[in-house]
């Protein structure tokens, strides 16, 4: 896998071990009950569902980076149960420091922004949070 691979799938894992969601990389496909954990793209079911999706924002150095994680979340018809949902990935990730996901070393998770995206053409609550975070990325340049 690849680091930024490490990262995304380290999250996802992380949010399924706290119950906050599901995360079956390899399938099946998630159940209309279950609480599904993405990567990049945000599939049509479940109804509750989490997309996480990496960007690039700042290089410190030769080793350390701060990377953008957007988390997407989705719900029923209910506001309540989309900032529910949000909440609860809140709760897990901001301010989370000295994490290892894989071959990634992280110093900090921090929420920098959020919005509400609304009702989507299939009558779902959406919103979106930004995240910060702050990792050791080995290069070239730092040996």
Request: aromatic residues 8%.
């Given at each position: ?85 949000r ?48 990792a ?8």
């Amino acid at each position: 896998m690849s680091w930024t691979t490490d990262l995304l799938h380290g999250i996802a894992a992380d949010l399924a071990t706290a119950g906050i969601g599901v995360w079956q990389p390899d399938g099946p496909a998630y159940s209309s009950g279950q609480t599904g954990i993405y990567i990049a793209s945000l599939r049509e079911n479940p109804d509750t569902a989490i997309c996480l999706t990496d960007y690039p924002l700042t290089q410190l150095g030769a080793g350390d980076m701060t990377v953008g994680l957007q988390v997407r979340t989705r719900a029923g018809a209910d506001v309540d149960a989309v900032t529910a949902l949000r909440d609860a990935v809140f709760d897990r990730l901001n301010g989370r420091e000295h994490l290892s996901f894989g071959s990634v070393r992280v110093a900090l998770i921090a929420w920098q922004s959020g919005v509400w995206l609304g009702e989507n053409e299939t009558h779902r609550m959406e919103r979106t949070d930004n995240y910060w975070i702050t990792a050791a990325r080995a290069s070239a340049l730092s040996y």
